[in-house]
């Protein structure tokens, strides 16, 4: 057995095996923000300090659908078709063709139907894609690769795996001024596509989450192990930046003795602070976060909460109350392309550069076209996961980006049709075109009208059309922002802890979201409960874990804790929408607010009720196990 | 050794040849194409394989093919109505958003449908609980949960 090293932390020792000995460490770079020297002068100027040592547990994104690849050669065209579950097949198009076979792009086409489950791991190139997609072309026969769920487990890439060491320094009010975090992240054995950036970039971004606190200093070293890589798993950073920066708050409120909400209270970003710059350099453009809190508080009847503890003691239960405040950063690389098309038999259709996989992108499109431009709801069509039609441009959907890029995409192409229709309506009606209203599907000058339909069938007709314009009224825009959005929100978690066994038991979930402008409740609360509930697996029962040789131990649903339906209970889920301002629909993704809520709300919710033990902390995943020797350990210790 | 194997699926007789390891669900899924029913683990974990056998759900990745010799077998694309209507299960699916993915689908709605027949008006905590051997990614569950409690509702006010 070759040695191995699993943790980061083994790895950076100076005596550890060397996963690729050639470099000599397995530190691959050190990267730093802000001044050290400062921030430590700063630490000690403070009233207090307080310190957290967490590890953000390494998670699978266990999408239920194992991975699978076919591909498919056409010798007499020299045409590759490639069939497997992406988040958008463009990237992986791209990949096969320019830079693994050598292949013109437009002979390379990647067909996704029904991706069951994305996570950020489907967006990914993996090796056996570029296997599968080469073997086809050299045998010239169609080849399919189905992996099993053992077989994805040690293949999928993995998310988080982080050791984070952060410092906060407080004025005597309780204010704080200054922190320094220091991350080692685990990337595994080799660089993935983009687990190398997280705690920067992902996390980094949107550090100190919420808070105002003006000095800042940060230290990211990614670690080679021989794991799994990990990369993008839904937060892809910013889960693991709330959770440290909500760690430190309920510390600096048991040192100063303050309620945890109050601590808050007087670091928010207040209101008046928008358009707020963070450390590294995005712009928070709206956002009530004291409100928001307020609201969680309420809505779980925070106040009240230790008659509620006195009544599970009564029943030898200990019970907890959890908050954590939260913010994401969503829409990243907000570029799209989304077409909308007029067909002969008067359905629209949206030809999107986005690609649903279960983000209900067929229902909220058509409410938004339905809506701009009169077209029943009903006739509209969504296209989109097939390279073959998808638009040019074609990122795919990653990052609670959708709402942002591909329905500002929709919106703006439907202004178009609009203006262009009025052209064609005043020709029809005889008018002038800015004499010619638009609204609810019907073109109006003076007082005759002609509908949406009649002007998409116009449009074809040359003779129809006003001198010089090209005929069809489609629509085709490269959505571009500068900027992405900022959702945030308050959780708080109701817990018992089963004090004989360890168990953790969810009585109460409130989480009150900022998304902005909420195009579809159904469809931003799904993404909440979803999201809530990846947290709270992260928080109470998954965990990857490899023994000291670097096997994988956790390699099936039998031994990797995926949460169940019994673990929650009815989630509570709110609003407290304040339109993005950066964005025509003021939107704010939704998809990954939920894991960044729930890890730090259920944490804080079980040191709580662990507190008559002296507990204040336990890493999660927060098993009965780890729960029930913490107690132990806190018993011998009393006894001591 | 390849045996023949005889059951009726979603109504219809069917038949084939097996071999004695071939899964209930290899034979629904590769000989009978019927590929609604899914397979999400290898280790009877998921439930996204649920399927009913003589009325009662089982993991079709958990019973070898010849187990279901001469049985009656209800997959995912049999409980839709002849003429297309959804189920009301399916139904309550669509209505509560309890699908995001839908790869759980089948195998949840199959299941819902057994919870509904053997706990008529079972309260959150039990429909929680018998959902314990499935395993959902995206929903959180909840729109699940509703939809089994109303469409159970649904089922049973229409028996009456
Ligand atoms: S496939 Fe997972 S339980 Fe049958
Ligand atoms: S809807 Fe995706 S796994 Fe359940």
């Known amino acids: ?640 | 050794m390849e045996y023949n194997v005889q059951m009726t699926v979603n109504g219809k007789a069917v038949s084939g040849k097996v071999e004695a390891r071939t899964l209930l669900v290899q034979f629904i899924r590769e000989h009978l194409r019927l590929t609604g029913t899914h397979v999400g683990c290898d280790t009877t974990q998921c439930g996204c394989c649920v399927i009913h056998v003589d009325g009662v759900a089982m993991k079709s990745c958990t019973m070898l093919a010849l187990q279901a010799d001469g049985k009656s077998i209800l997959t995912i694309e049999g409980l839709a109505a002849a003429d297309g209507a959804l189920h009301p299960m399916q139904q309550a699916f669509r209505d509560h958003h309890g699908l995001q993915c839908g790869f759980c689908t089948p195998g949840m709605v199959m299941m819902g449908v057994d919870i509904a027949r053997r706990l008529p008006g079972a309260d959150e905590k039990t429909v929680r609980h018998q959902l314990e051997g499935n395993i959902c990614r995206c929903t959180g569950y909840q729109g699940i949960v509703e939809a089994i409690m109303d469409a159970s509702a649904k089922m049973h006010a229409a028996k009456a």
Not at chain 1, 130 to 146: I, N, S, T
């Open chain 1, 1 to 640: 057995m070759l040695p191995a090293a699993v943790s980061s932390v083994d790895a950076l020792k100076a005596d550890s095996p060397k996963v690729w000995p050639e470099f000599g460490t397995n530190e691959v770079v050190h990267w730093e923000y802000g001044e050290a020297a400062k921030v430590e002068t700063l630490l000690r100027s403070a009233h207090r300090v307080v310190k957290v040592d967490l590890v953000n547990n390494r998670i699978a994104p266990a999408p239920m659908e194992p991975r699978v690849v076919a591909a498919k050669y056409d010798a007499a065209e020299g045409r590759l078709t490639v069939w497997s579950p992406t988040q958008g097949g463009r990237r992986i198009q791209m990949m096969l063709a320019r830079t693994l076979l050598k292949m013109a792009p437009d002979k390379v086409r990647v067909i996704s139907i029904d991706t069951g489950g994305g996570f950020g791991v489907r967006s990914k190139m993996f090796p056996e894609t570029a296997m599968v997609a080469y073997a086809a072309r050299q045998l010239g026969r169609p080849v399919k690769w189905l992996g099993d769920r053992a077989e994805t487990f040690v293949s999928d890439y993995h998310g988080r795996d982080q050791i984070n060491h952060a410092q906060m320094g407080l004025d005597r009010d309780g204010k704080a001024f200054v922190l320094k975090v220091e991350t080692l992240l685990n990337v595994g054995a080799y660089l993935s596509e983009n687990g190398l950036r997280l705690p920067m970039e992902g996390g980094g971004r949107i550090i100190p989450c919420g808070y105002h606190i003006p000095d800042f200093y940060f230290s990211v070293k990614p670690t080679f192990t021989n794991t799994v890589c990990t990369d993008t798993y839904r937060g892809a950073g910013r889960p693991e930046a709330n959770y440290l920066m909500e760690r430190l708050m309920d510390k600096a409120a048991e040192t100063y003795g303050l309620p945890r909400e109050e601590i808050r209270r007087r670091n928010f970003i207040k209101p008046s602070q928008f358009p707020y710059k963070t450390h590294l350099g995005f712009v928070i453009d709206s956002g009530d976060f004291a409100g928001t809190m307020e609201m969680a508080l309420e809505h779980s009847n925070w106040a009240a909460f230790e008659e509620r503890r006195g009544r599970s003691a009564a029943r030898g239960k200990l019970r907890g109350i959890g908050l954590a405040f939260f913010i994401e950063g969503a829409g990243s690389r907000p570029v799209e392309g989304m077409r909308v098309r007029f067909e002969d038999n008067g359905d629209v259709s949206v030809i999107a550069g986005t690609y649903s996989h279960g983000q209900g992108h067929a229902t909220v499109y058509s409410q938004l076209v339905h809506e701009f431009l009169g077209v029943d709801y009903d006739k509209v069509r969504l296209i989109n996961g097939d390279t073959g039609t998808s638009p040019e441009v074609s990122n795919g959907t990653f990052g609670s980006r959708s709402s942002m890029v591909g329905g500002g995409g929709v919106k703006r192409a439907c202004d178009a049709i609009i203006v262009k229709g009025k052209k064609i309506a005043a020709r029809l009606l005889q008018s002038d075109a800015t004499r010619v209203t638009f609204e609810a599907g019907v073109f109006r000058a003076q007082t005759s009208s002609v509908t949406m339909a009649d002007v998409a069938a116009a449009a074809r007709d040359p003779n129809k059309l006003p001198d010089g314009m090209a005929p069809g009224l489609d629509e085709y825009v490269v959505y571009e922002n500068d900027t992405e959005n900022f959702p945030n929100g308050a959780h708080v978690a109701e817990i018992e802890v089963d004090p004989e066994t360890g168990v953790v038991e969810i009585l109460n979930y409130v989480a009150v979201d900022d998304c902005g402008v909420v195009l579809n409740p159904f469809i931003v609360h799904g993404q909440i409960y979803g999201g809530i509930a990846q947290g709270i697996g992260q928080a109470l029962t998954e965990n990857i874990v490899y023994d000291a040789e670097g096997q994988l131990l956790s390699g099936t649903f039998m031994d990797y804790g995926m949460p169940r339906a019994g673990h929650f209970s009815h989630i509570d889920a709110r609003f407290n929408a304040m339109p993005a301002k950066t964005n025509e629909l003021g939107v704010k993704g939704a998809g990954e607010a939920g894991c960044c809520g729930a890890p730090p709300a259920i944490v804080s919710a079980v040191v709580d009720a662990l507190g008559s033990y002296g507990i204040k902390h336990i890493d999660m995943p927060l098993s009965p196990e780890r729960v029930w020797r913490a107690i132990q350990e806190s018993r011998v210790n009393k006894a001591a």
